[in-house]
């Protein structure tokens, strides 16, 4: 009679045993090791074989932003998803695969550990393009100055080194550009400024226009920015002629504004104190009453200045004051007599 291994001896008892080792063993190991489920927000998507639309001579545009996964999810043991970052996940889409309206396939993947994340889920399915012809235009630059310059001190001249720039782009956003603007800060500013100032895009909002696929064939220009000293010097007025008979100058005379403020180079300014306005405007011959004029002072300013306040138009508002004269009576009344 053959006796039986005794390792088969309580065999049910040893494989009951087995099987709650096994299973202590999972509950231990998904204690310590669950699976779990990871965010990871603002995953960017690279553009694959963009060249194929270039080809054509068209260029494209991203639309709403959709190149830009806002959720991928990932899910899997902990030990594993813990240790994949942001930099780890790789989005891509393949513009061969893209459909008649412009719509790209996303594909998400992990570079590392991929074999034990268990799914990959992403908020995002295409990215959507904009695909049209390409255009070009040719715009004015236009110079623009921000903050406030030292007291007594007044802009001149803007000059920029090139005055024109050409932009080449998507036809739609193109022809949304109105302005190309380059800015510079003059804050506290007493000399001259010369400097290169970046050129920015708007539209006809004055919102600035930009996209990868927006060239220009300058990004910068060089500008240079006059400062100019403030002086205010008064209005200096003289009349010809006499008033007809019975009257005289009253002595009473107005100038409004009495002074103004002028804006010019230091030595220009240097020399002058006042504004005169010759008498040969002012002729006071025969008149019977005040005489009241408008006198334009942009005549008479030196070369190279200007009135320091902009919305000031140049004229000023004189009155030359003609009143009866007491002498002139009492003659008449001494030959009524």
Same mark, same amino acid.
């Given at each position: 009679m053959k006796t039986r291994p005794r390792i088969l001896n309580n065999m049910g008892l040893k494989l009951f045993s087995l099987g709650m080792a096994f299973m202590l063993w999972l509950l231990v190991t998904n204690y310590n090791d669950p699976v779990i489920e990871t965010r990871i927000y603002d995953v960017p998507v690279k553009l694959l074989h963009t060249d194929l639309i270039l080809e054509d001579n068209k260029l494209y545009s991203v639309v709403d932003n959709s190149d830009v996964i806002s959720m991928v999810s990932l899910s899997g043991s902990r030990s594993v998803v813990d240790m994949i970052g942001k930099e780890d996940v790789s989005a891509t889409a393949d513009v061969a695969s893209m459909t008649e309206d412009g719509l790209v396939p996303i594909t998400v993947s992990v570079n590392k550990y991929s074999a034990s994340v268990d799914s990959i889920r992403s908020s995002s399915s295409y990215v959507e393009l904009l695909v049209e012809d390409s255009a070009s235009r040719n715009l004015t630059l236009e110079a623009e100055t921000t903050g406030s310059l030292a007291e007594d001190y007044e802009l001149g001249n803007i000059?920029?080194?090139? *005055? $024109? +720039?050409?932009? @080449?782009?998507?036809?739609? $956003? +193109? !022809?949304?550009? #109105? /302005?190309?603007? %380059? @800015? +510079?800060?003059? #804050?506290?500013? =007493?000399? *001259?400024?010369? #400097?290169? !100032?970046? &050129?920015?895009?708007?539209? %006809?909002?004055?919102?600035?226009? @930009?996209?990868?696929?927006? !060239?220009?064939?300058?990004? #910068?220009?060089r500008l240079t920015v006059e400062i100019l000293p403030v002086r205010e010097v008064e209005i200096q007025i003289s009349t010809m002629g006499k008033p007809g008979a019975g009257f005289a100058l009253s002595g009473t005379n107005t100038v409004t504004p009495s002074a103004v /403020?002028?804006?010019?180079? %230091? $030595? @220009?300014?240097?020399?002058?104190?006042?504004?005169? &306005?010759?008498?040969?405007?002012?002729?006071?011959?025969?008149?019977? $009453? !005040?005489?009241? =004029?408008?006198? *334009?002072?942009?005549?008479y300013l030196p070369e190279g200045t200007f009135f320091a306040d902009r919305s000031f138009d140049g004229k000023v508002q004189i009155r030359i004051g003609i009143v009866p004269s007491p002498e002139e009576d009492d003659t008449d009344a001494e030959n009524t007599d």
């Amino acid at each position: 009679m053959k006796t039986r291994p005794r390792i088969l001896n309580n065999m049910g008892l040893k494989l009951f045993s087995l099987g709650m080792a096994f299973m202590l063993w999972l509950l231990v190991t998904n204690y310590n090791d669950p699976v779990i489920e990871t965010r990871i927000y603002d995953v960017p998507v690279k553009l694959l074989h963009t060249d194929l639309i270039l080809e054509d001579n068209k260029l494209y545009s991203v639309v709403d932003n959709s190149d830009v996964i806002s959720m991928v999810s990932l899910s899997g043991s902990r030990s594993v998803v813990d240790m994949i970052g942001k930099e780890d996940v790789s989005a891509t889409a393949d513009v061969a695969s893209m459909t008649e309206d412009g719509l790209v396939p996303i594909t998400v993947s992990v570079n590392k550990y991929s074999a034990s994340v268990d799914s990959i889920r992403s908020s995002s399915s295409y990215v959507e393009l904009l695909v049209e012809d390409s255009a070009s235009r040719n715009l004015t630059l236009e110079a623009e100055t921000t903050g406030s310059l030292a007291e007594d001190y007044e802009l001149g001249n803007i000059r920029l080194e090139q *005055n $024109q +720039v050409r932009v @080449t782009g998507p036809a739609s $956003q +193109v !022809s949304s550009i #109105t /302005r190309a603007v %380059a @800015t +510079v800060d003059v #804050t506290g500013a =007493k000399d *001259n400024i010369t #400097t290169y !100032s970046d &050129i920015v895009l708007l539209d %006809a909002e004055g919102e600035p226009v @930009t996209g990868s696929n927006i !060239s220009m064939n300058i990004y #910068t220009v060089r500008l240079t920015v006059e400062i100019l000293p403030v002086r205010e010097v008064e209005i200096q007025i003289s009349t010809m002629g006499k008033p007809g008979a019975g009257f005289a100058l009253s002595g009473t005379n107005t100038v409004t504004p009495s002074a103004v /403020r002028i804006a010019g180079n %230091a $030595q @220009t300014l240097k020399n002058l104190s006042r504004i005169e &306005i010759p008498a040969s405007e002012l002729n006071v011959a025969g008149l019977r $009453q !005040s005489l009241e =004029k408008t006198i *334009n002072l942009t005549t008479y300013l030196p070369e190279g200045t200007f009135f320091a306040d902009r919305s000031f138009d140049g004229k000023v508002q004189i009155r030359i004051g003609i009143v009866p004269s007491p002498e002139e009576d009492d003659t008449d009344a001494e030959n009524t007599d």
